[in-house]
């Protein structure tokens, strides 16, 4: 029998996209039902617990369920294998150089962010300042100055400004209280998320990829298996 693990997931752990491709799923419903089928028999067969954070990730789930209509066979089996626990946010020990050390990236992620949005508004300024507005009519000024000029710019700068925060960051509820709850059970946490990712390192807790849980899952029922064959 494999050692008992515990694992948190995060809402990613059912609906990332890289999994279905890896795996094969055709649907996010298809994929939520068959990894939870793998939960299920690891819960069986190797006393694998698997928990969401509640309400706030487990809501998120159901959300998913709601929208796509995956149907009340997928959101029973979350109901069934998935262990729903509020983490208790007033008693996990959190290193307090751990919150210095995230306040510190915080402040320097969103001076970057400035810095791109400093970067975009002289663009677009430039643009402007260029463009020979006293030949145009208002239906051309409205298309190359506002649509084409300026429209350009914000698009880039979504971009560039969604990737200055994007990695690092916890920027809602349920991703905290993935990171506390695997803290309080000595837990892995299971997700696709850059910042989850990198907290969980910081905080000293396993980190596995959505895309390679499922895999991870079949080789644990994989190995108890040939023990089993061979006894």
Do not use: H
Not at 93 to 122: C, H, L, Q, S, T
């Amino acid at each position: 029998m494999v050692e008992r693990q515990y694992f948190v997931l995060d809402t990613t752990a059912l609906t990332d996209v890289e999994t279905r491709k890896k795996e094969g799923y055709d649907s996010l419903c298809e994929g939520m039902s068959e990894i939870l089928d793998l939960i299920s028999q690891a819960r069986l067969k190797l006393n694998i617990s698997c928990y969401v954070p509640y309400p706030t990730v487990y809501k998120e789930i159901t959300e998913f369920i709601n929208r796509y209509e995956c149907g009340e066979e997928v959101e029973a089996k979350v109901d069934t294998w998935l262990v729903k626990k509020t983490p208790n946010r007033y008693e996990v020990d959190i290193p307090a150089g751990i919150f210095y050390e995230y306040v510190d990236y915080m402040r320097g992620r969103i001076n970057k962010g400035m810095n791109v949005a400093e970067d975009a508004i002289w663009e677009a300024s430039m643009a402007c300042l260029d463009t020979d507005a006293e030949n145009l009519s208002d239906e051309e000024i409205e298309k190359e100055v506002k649509r084409e000029m300026v429209g350009g710019t914000v698009s880039d700068f979504r971009d560039k400004y969604r990737d200055a925060l994007r990695y690092g960051i916890l920027d809602s509820a349920p991703d905290i209280d993935v990171l506390l709850l695997a803290k309080e059970l000595d837990a892995a946490v299971v997700g696709a998320d850059d910042g989850i990712e990198k907290w969980a390192e910081r905080l000293g807790l396993r980190f596995v990829r959505s895309s390679s849980f499922p895999q991870m899952i079949k080789e644990y029922l994989s190995k108890q298996k040939k023990i089993e064959e061979e006894e």
